[in-house]
Every structure is written in structure tokens, then in C-alpha cells.
């Protein structure tokens, strides 16, 4: 087999050393909120040109895949996604370790980033050119309904309270149409203010309602941020295996929805978690325990946003269109490399390919030791530093990530404004994550829908544009209807068995 | 953070350099920040990254790229003529935007704010088809256009943007009636093109060059015939005056001294006609053209008129 020469290459001494680099690297960017994939790779682009393009590529590819790994540390430790795609690992991954169990929590994340990393890589080497048709199938209508269904996630998150979570999703939403829209050109809500044209930022808006409201309560309560753990208890890998081997099934199913997620050009990591976390709470037997600690959230979510690393090079070798932002910084350097990306890519330039996505799936592999001991030490620094000192670093760390997203004081204004929101919400119990999930998705269903209603216009035909010629979309609706409708069903089977025991 | 290490560090080995050989050097004797104002991975990255090494090689120092996206550009112009005016900090231009921009919203300098020193390329607007397209050629897909006025889709990057400016001067010239749809980006656009979602697209010829065999062009807003795609005829060829497309140019702060002005563009100038330069830049399916800093004003002001008719008939349509 001519493809496990590649591997050897990929297994050179060098490719080793900037693989192990790489992520070491990315993990770190990626666990501090707002250094994000794309900037990191930016910055290494012109010393990948002193390398063979191998070798720049399999730097550029760990760095990514670091990223969106470390991404996990900052929301289990301090309920602050590092990246976007570690918003839903917030949710059951910062309960865990508000329960002591936030070692545990950073090694099941590690286990599931790389069997996703792996198995998106797995795919990627075999299916390419298969797997990249996904992209092309899925137009603006399918958008719109994979936004729709992220949105469902609303009233799952906020079970109990769903009133609450609609006002945040609405908040949300209205917070995603401010600036100048893509369809139409249109200036909305922005109060004559010029910095708003550009819109609410994702990642400012995510630092400041997640992470400020911790802050302030971090500073309101007594007592240390994070329980100690017991002394010596290590990594709690086989436990954290055994988790993983048990609910292996979930593992997988996350791994594979986030490979195809990642393939679609404008969907992402985000909405890749949060679908599989959606479907992994759907399916699982402890239910109830979703959102407030359950280990099966947690890999769902990181198995899905790593899974998105391999898929989003799928249409970025095969079509040459850049799957997820770092993807198209890398296009961008294979280019002024001189190499050409797109069908014919795997035979004429396949030895830098197949080099390249072995390299990757190595990084993805080295992420395990590199994760655990970057974790643990992240973890015991987070237990281990008093109060007074963790709340001005993290303060000050906020500060630093909202202005390194566009190297502009705008976004940290926005980051501040909305963690006061954010906490002043909070407080009334409205809680962020419906927000967010209004902000990140409501551009996506926004832009879909019009761009239907404009396609279907054009053709006289809206309907079987919206729904009724896309095979695809029936799919998403029905996964929209069960969803929604199954949590409804099972609350008044409940109620009804209730009403005859009394 | 990371941007200004690599800056701090290379000045540092210019230092050292510029120790052992002239103690007073000629401008510039310091790397030069260049600011892209759009994310990396886009046209004017890849360009920048094209100038990069042949910057180093001519003027003896570095081109540091830095990025600062939001609004389309506009909180990096808005921003322009705040850094100091010594030649250190270079912004990349693009049009129609700094043009349409200031007619269509209020983002925060107007077109005569910006200085530029040098336009070194353009990326030519092309009508883009999927390889399977029923339409060979810009006649078939005039004539199906022409058949149902308004049926034909085409896609393209944002509203008011170049494309959506390609797309109603080609309605002008041809008198055929498309319905415009935008994409957040480029990327999205052509997945619509190659999925069928669209019946066209606007791009431009790297876009074409990117996609290879997948997609036909049937005609590109050029002068003549691009080196990369001897067989796609120009507009101008088939009847149609559409030349035209993003330009990209460099500009520097209103304070910037003259001589420095000029420097730079004879600097840009000099990169612009390095043949490997432009090998390189036309394999990757950019045109060149060189409007330096004498003739950028003047330039500029015949854009404006262009793109203020355009700018009338795009906001009129809306």
C-alpha cells in the first residue's frame, strides 16, 4: 500500500516535532478566550513557508486542532467557552467541576476531542471525495432548518422555565440582526452608533455573558473557586475511559455528526456540539441529569467540535472551499505555496496530502498526553490560586480576548456591556446560554430563510424551496418535531399517570 | 500578541543588522506593519502574502502582516489616519468599498479621508457556471435569462459589495434581468454554485482559478484575455463595455510626508514589475495594474463618478 509510505513520512522525526508543537501551542491558544484558531495559524503562515509544505501544513493543521480542544479547559474550569465551538461544553462541563469533579471533566474531554479529532480524520483519509458531495447538498434552506434546530436546544437547556428561555433567545436573536445585513445591506439597530455597524461579536458577547457573571460571583461568594481534589488522585484516566467505553455509542454518533457538520462552509464547531449534545441528550437514559453535570454531555459536545477539524478539510482539499475560518487561512497558504486544491489535488499532489491528514491524525493522537498534562496543571492552577489573584488574571485575560479578536477597544466594550447584562439577567434567572444560542444562530437562520424566499421567488416556487423539494430538510424537521414535541409528550403521559395515582 | 513579538523581534535583527552596515539608512530602516482590514485567507491576504517576500528583498526590511477585520473594512479605514504618518504602518484598500461605503452608510471616514499610494491589482469580476451547466457560453445564458426575466439566480459575496455591483452593470449593459443573491462570503457563494442551489456566480477570475474543472467561466470584465484562461473571452469581446472588478490598493496616513509617499510607491511599483511577481500573481488568477501614487488621485476621482452611478441604481433597487 503505497498510502502507509505517507505514514512513515508523517512519521519523521521533524513532522513528529512540529505536530507535538503545534498542539502544545494550540491547546494553550485555544484554552485562553478570545485567542482563537484562526489568529494562531495566521501568525505561524509565514514561517510554514521556510518548510516543506508538508511539514507547514501538519503544524498549522495541530495548532487548530489543539485550539479547538483547549477551547474545553476555559468552560469546564471557568464556564467561559475559549472558542465558540466550546459553548456547550459549558453546560454540563462547568457543573462537574463546580461538584469537585473538574479533573475528571478536562480527561473525558481530552478522551472525546481525540476520538472526534480521529475519527473526522479517519473520514477525511478515506471518504473525501464522497463526504464532500454533504456540502454541496446542503443549500440555504437546510441552513435554516439546521439553525431552527440548534435553536430547539432552547427549550431543553431551559426545561422548567421555558418563558425565560424564549425572552434570552429572542434577546439573542435581536442582537444578531444588529449591523449591516448581508441580505439587503440594510443598517439595523445600531442607534447611529458606527462601531455597532460590524455587529454584536460573537466572542466578546460570549466572554461577557459567560465568564463576568462568574466573576462577580466568584468575588460575591466565599470559599475557594473550585473544590480541592483528594491528594493523588492522577488523571482518573480509567475512569474517565470506562465513561467513555460505556456510552461509546454516543462517542461515535457525536463524532460522525460533527465531521459532517464540520464539512458544511458556515455552519462550524459550534453548531456542531450543539447538535450532537441535542441529540445526545435526546437519546440518553439519564436525561435529568443533562445541563447539570452528565458526562454524556460533555463527550457529545467535544467529540463533535473536534470531529469538525477533519470534516472542514473535507471541502477545503477536495473543493477548495474553506469549510470552517482557520481552513481558510491554510487554503490561503497552500496557495501562495503554488498548490492548487481541489479534485485532482489527491493524485497530483498526493504525497503532501496523504503526509498532511496522517500528520493531522497524529497531532490529534498527541493530543491525549499533551491534553492531560497541560489539564491537570490548568486544573490545579485554577484550584491551587487564591481568589484574589484569580479573579484580576481571568478579569484581565477577559480584556485581552475581546480586544485580540479584531485587535480593536469596540469588542471590549461589547464584552463588558454584555457581562453586566449578562449578570443583571442572571440574576432575574434568565441564564446565558440561550442568548448565545439566539446571537450564533440567528444570523444562520436569518440569512437561510431569505435567501430561500428569494431563490424560491426567482422561481415561482417558495414552498418546494423551503421544504418540499429538499429531502435533506424533511430530515432536519423531523428531528426538529421529535425534539420539541417528545419533551411535551412525555410531561403530560406523566402528568396523566400522576392524575390516575391520585 | 504574538504579531508584535515577531515585529519586535525582527527589528531587533534589523537592529543588529543595521549596526554593521550604515548607521543612518534611507527610509525604510525598520520592518513595515501592513494591516489587511479583512480576516486572513481572503484576496488581499493572499496578495499581501504574494508582496511579502519581495518587499524584504527590495527595500531590505520586513512587511509585517497584521489584520484587523470588522464592518467590511471599515474599522480598519475609519481608523487610518490615527497611526503616525512615518511609512511604518501601511492599510490595505480595497474597491468599490471605500468608495460605495461612505455613499450608502455612515462608516466613519469618507473616501478622500484615505491616501492611497499605490494600486497594484485587481481581481476581475467573471460569471462563473457549474461544469454541468446547461449554458456553454454567455449568449446561452443570455438567452435563457432574456426567456424569464427575473427566474435566473446568481450568487455572490454581500450586498453593495463588488459583485453585487458586477451584477448590475451587467444587467445595464445586457438589459437582462437576474435576481441577486448574496452570500456571507465567497465560500458560501460558490458552494451554492456547485450544489445547483444558483444558476450563476459572480466571482472573480481566482475564484475561477481556485475551482479548476468544476466550473466554466464564460466571461471575464477584462481588457484582454487572462494569461490563466486563454479560451474565457472578455465581456468586451462579446459586446459588452464590463471591465472591471476589487481593486486593491495601499494607502497611508493623511500625515505620512510626501517623499515617504513616494518612496512607498516606488517601492510597490518596483515589487509590481518583478517578473516572478507577477508569474506568480497571474497563476493565481489576480491582473495587475500599476496606478502609482502620481496617479491614484485622479484615479480615484474617475471611480467615484463610476461607482456613484452604480451606488444611485443599487440603492434605488433596494
Known sequence: MEIFGFLGEALSAQNLMFALLGVIGGTVIGALPGLSATMAIAVMVPFTFALDPASGLIMLGAIYTGAIYGGAFAAILVNTPGTPSAIATTFDGYPMARRGDGDLAVTIATIASVTGGLVGGILLLT?????????????????????????????????????????????????????????????????????????????????????????????????????????????????????????????????????????????????????????????????????????????????????????????????????????????????????????????????????????????????????????????????????????????????LGSFAVHNHPNDVVVMVAMGILGWLLNRAGYGPSPIVLGLVLGQIAEQGFVRAWMIGGARGDFLGQLIINRPISWAIVALILVTVCLPLVKSIRNRRAEGIRR | MHIRFTASAAGLVALAFGLATTPAAAFPDQPINYIIPFDPGGESDVSARFQQPYFSKIAGQDLIIQYLPGAGGASAWSGLNDYEGDGYTIMGTNLPHIILQPLLQDPGYETDDIVNVYIFHYTPDALIVAADSPHETLEDFLAAANEAPGAMTVSGSGTNSANDVANQLFENETGAVLTYIPYPGTAPSITALLGGEVDAAWGYTTVAAGQGDQVRTLAVAMEERHSLFPDVPTFRELGYEIVGGAYRGIAVPASTPEETRQELSRLIGEINADPDFIQQMEEAGFALIDVPYDEAADWMEERKAFYGEIAEQLGAGR
Open chain 1, 127 to 399: 471518504l473525501s471525495p464522497v463526504l464532500a458531495q454533504v456540502a454541496l447538498r446542503f443549500g440555504s434552506t437546510e441552513y435554516f432548518w439546521l439553525a431552527v434546530l440548534g435553536l430547539t436546544l432552547i427549550a431543553v437547556l431551559s426545561e422548567g422555565n421555558l418563558v425565560k428561555g424564549l425572552m434570552g433567545a429572542c434577546l439573542g436573536l435581536l442582537l444578531s440582526m444588529v449591523g449591516v445585513a448581508v441580505v439587503g445591506g440594510d443598517v439595523r439597530f445600531t442607534f447611529g452608533q458606527r462601531e455597532l455597524l460590524g455587529g454584536v461579536g460573537i466572542i466578546p458577547a460570549l466572554i461577557g455573558l459567560y465568564c463576568i457573571p462568574v466573576l462577580i460571583d466568584m468575588v460575591a461568594r466565599p470559599g475557594q473557586h473550585l473544590e480541592a481534589p483528594a491528594a493523588g488522585r492522577g488523571f482518573r484516566l480509567a475512569e474517565a475511559m470506562g465513561i467513555a467505553i460505556r456510552d461509546g455509542w454516543n462517542l461515535l454518533r457525536s463524532s460522525v455528526i460533527g465531521t459532517v457538520v464540520g464539512i458544511l462552509p458556515g455552519a462550524g464547531g459550534s453548531i456542531a456540539s450543539l447538535v450532537a449534545y441535542s441529540e445526545a441528550r435526546r437519546t440518553a437514559r439519564n436525561q435529568e441529569e443533562y445541563g447539570k453535570g452528565a458526562s454524556g454531555g460533555l463527550l457529545s459536545t467535544e467529540s463533535a467540535n473536534n470531529a469538525t477539524v477533519g470534516g472542514g478539510f473535507i471541502p477545503t482539499l477536495v473543493l477548495g472551499i474553506p469549510g470552517t475560518p482557520p481552513d481558510a487561512v491554510i487554503l490561503g497558504a497552500l496557495l501562495v505555496q503554488g498548490i492548487r486544491t481541489g479534485p485532482a489535488l489527491f493524485e497530483t499532489q498526493g504525497q503532501i496530502v496523504y503526509t498532511f491528514i496522517f500528520g493531522l491524525l497524529i497531532a490529534t493522537a498527541l493530543m491525549l498526553p499533551v491534553g492531560l498534562l497541560i489539564g491537570r496543571y490548568a486544573f490545579r492552577f485554577i484550584v491551587a490560586t487564591p481568589k484574589a489573584l484569580l479573579v484580576p488574571l481571568i478579569a484581565f485575560m477577559t480584556v
